[in-house]
Every structure is written in C-alpha cells, then in structure tokens.
Antibody, heavy 121, light 108 residues
Framework: EVQLVESGGGLVQPGGSLRLSCAASGFTFSSYDMHWVRQTTEKGLEWVSAIGTAGDTYYPDSVKGRFTISRENAKNSLYLQMNSLRAGDTAVYYC???????????????WGRGTLVTVSS | EIVLTQSPATLSLSPGERATLSCRASQSVSSYLAWYQQKPGQAPRLLIY???NRATGIPARFSGSGSGTDFTLTISSLEPEDFAVYYC??????????FGGGTKVEIK
C-alpha cells in the first residue's frame, strides 16, 4: 500500500526541540521530492519545508534557521528536526509527497495522517 | 509572498446542486494552482493541479478553471461525500508555497 506515516509529535516546552519522522512505503521514495506541511485552526495550511531527490532543501522564512529537513533513502524515511520551538509552531504536521517524481511540480499528491506537535509550558 | 483569498468562506448547498468555489491570488500565478479537499480528521487530498488537470482517481464532476489571479473549482453535482473543506495552493512563486484559507461546503 502506498502510504506515509508520521511519528514523533508530542508536547514540548518553548525553546525545546523535537524530531519528526515519516515512514514511506509502496513507492520508490528516493525518486520523489518530499515536503512537510503543517496545519492549525488559526492559520490553516502552511508549507514548512521541502527536500529534493539530490538533498537540496527549502524553507519559508518562518522556520528557516530553526527547522532542518532531511531524508534517508535507504530507510525510506523523511525527517524534520525542529529547534527553538515556539507556541506558534503548535500544529498538526503532515509529511507529503511531491506529485512530480523526478520532475517535481510542487503539488502534494500523497499525505500522511499527521502528527500533533504542541509547544507549551 | 503570494496571498490566496478564497470565497465564500462557507457554501451551503444540497446534494445534486452545483458548487462554485473561488480562489484569488494577490499576483499572477499563471496556471500554477492546485485544489485540495479535506474531510474532518483526514489529510488533504489533491483534486486539481495546474488549474485544470484532475489528479489521479478524481471524478469528472470536479473541474478547475482560471489563470493569472482568478481561479474556480466547480463541482457539477454534489455527492454526499463532497461536503468538506476545499483549499487552493500556488506554486508559481516560492518559497514559500502558499495555501488559501479554505471554503467549507456544507449541507443545506
């Protein structure tokens, strides 16, 4: 079955760190760009990071310098290291696959079920 | 950053009716726009990409149109499973990729 399964969410204090993981199965993980997207009731959907098949990475200004996306193709896994967490980072974090494969088109055609990150003291 | 504004915020319709959802961009995104459907407790699902192309497995009652700054998602005849929240997303000018605030299609 083609799927993405996130893990690693939880409660963390402001200023703390958390590492999210995403396990991919049912497709050739190494052939796809991958993304993290988060969602809150207040701000809706927000793209958080992307990683290309060659390991190139991209971030919005809101998380640049604090979040690091990485991948381990041998384990079919995607990661998001989140440091210096703030209350505003509280959200459901989704792992998502780029639709385009080796020719990324920056649309998200496969999503996990999400993992909740809560930043609070 | 390109801002996407969706309207209306809520659309109250009955099964079998036609739904017309709007997404307006703060600057041109050419045809680089997608639509997603999200049901409660689920992740978003890609419906339309590049403004008018249906994603794999998406029924023909879903169609997209528009270019530049004004886009429309049309559901020709609402099925019970279509009542959900719909989001648009642009990939023309990034980072960041941005999403609209959503339109909820609810049962009247």
């Amino acid at each position: 079955e083609v799927q993405l399964v996130e893990s690693g969410g939880g409660l963390v204090q402001p200023g703390g760190s958390l590492r999210l993981s995403c396990a991919a199965s049912g497709f050739t993980f190494s052939s796809y760009d991958m993304h993290w997207v988060r969602q809150t009731t207040e701000k809706g959907l927000e793209w958080v990071s992307a990683i290309g098949t060659a390991g190139d990475t991209y971030y919005p200004d809101s998380v640049k310098g604090r979040f690091t996306i990485s991948r381990e193709n041998a384990k079919n896994s995607l990661y998001l290291q989140m440091n210096s967490l703030r209350a505003g980072d509280t959200a459901v974090y989704y792992c998502a696959r780029d639709r385009g494969g080796y020719n990324p088109d920056w649309y998200f055609d496969l999503w996990g079920r999400g993992t909740l990150v809560t930043v609070s003291s | 950053e390109i801002v996407l504004t969706q309207s209306p915020a809520t659309l109250s319709l009955s099964p079998g009716e036609r739904a017309t959802l709007s997404c307006r961009a703060s600057q041109s995104v050419s045809s680089y726009l997608a639509w997603y459907q999200q049901k409660p407790g689920q992740a978003p699902r890609l419906l339309i990409y590049d403004a008018s192309n249906r994603a794999t497995g998406i029924p023909a009652r879903f169609s997209g149109s528009g270019s530049g700054t004004d886009f429309t998602l049309t559901i020709s005849s609402l099925e019970p499973e279509d009542f959900a929240v719909y989001y648009c997303q642009q990939r023309a000018n990034w980072p960041p990729f941005t999403f609209g605030g959503g339109t909820k299609v609810e049962i009247k």
